[in-house]
């Protein structure tokens, strides 16, 4: 039964069955420093945003970029965390946030004619992926509706 106190749009912790639900549980994975530019992170991170666990996996071993392989290893990563840290079932993860911000840029000296220097600039990025469990959610969301149904009648 959920606390009828506490039952608003925007919950942070709810009292189910007697057990605490913190509802806003999230597993972070961040890639730091991966060696790819930022436009080709972002073109495979805007496919996936928002997707369950299950259905990005599929997507990103089938995708035909070189991109999508150290994406795919941080949400594994991710998942696995959810998994094992927190007792999450894969099944019912979400990506909830996904962003790749610009990170340092590697910089190497190619030598030239005339004993000059010409400085290649490599692009790294920054990726972070954030977990969501919607399990607790589904059940929330099914003690809702019986209380709700419970009033009316």
């Not at 597993?27 to 928002?50: E, L, P």
């Not at 070189?66 to 290893?73: D, G, H, K, Q, T």
């Not at 400085?119 to 019986?146: G, P, R």
């Amino acid at each position: 039964m959920i606390n009828k106190k506490k039952i608003d749009l925007y919950p942070e912790v709810y009292t189910l069955n007697k057990k605490k639900i913190d509802l806003y549980t999230e597993v972070y994975t961040f890639g730091q420093h991966i060696r790819m530019s930022t436009h080709k992170a972002r073109r495979i991170i805007d496919q996936i945003r928002g997707r369950s666990y299950e259905e990005t996996i599929m997507i990103l071993e089938l995708m035909p970029y070189r991109a999508s392989y150290p994406i795919l290893r941080l949400i594994s990563s991710a998942a696995a965390n959810a998994s094992h840290n927190m007792g999450f079932n894969e099944a019912d993860l979400i990506i909830s946030k996904a962003e790749v911000n610009d990170g340092t840029r590697v910089k190497k000296l190619k030598p030239q004619a005339r004993g000059r220097g010409y400085l290649i600039k490599k692009s790294t990025c920054h990726i972070t992926i954030v977990l969501k469990n919607i399990s607790l959610y589904k059940e929330l969301y099914k003690e809702y509706n019986d209380i709700m149904n419970k009033e009316v009648l």
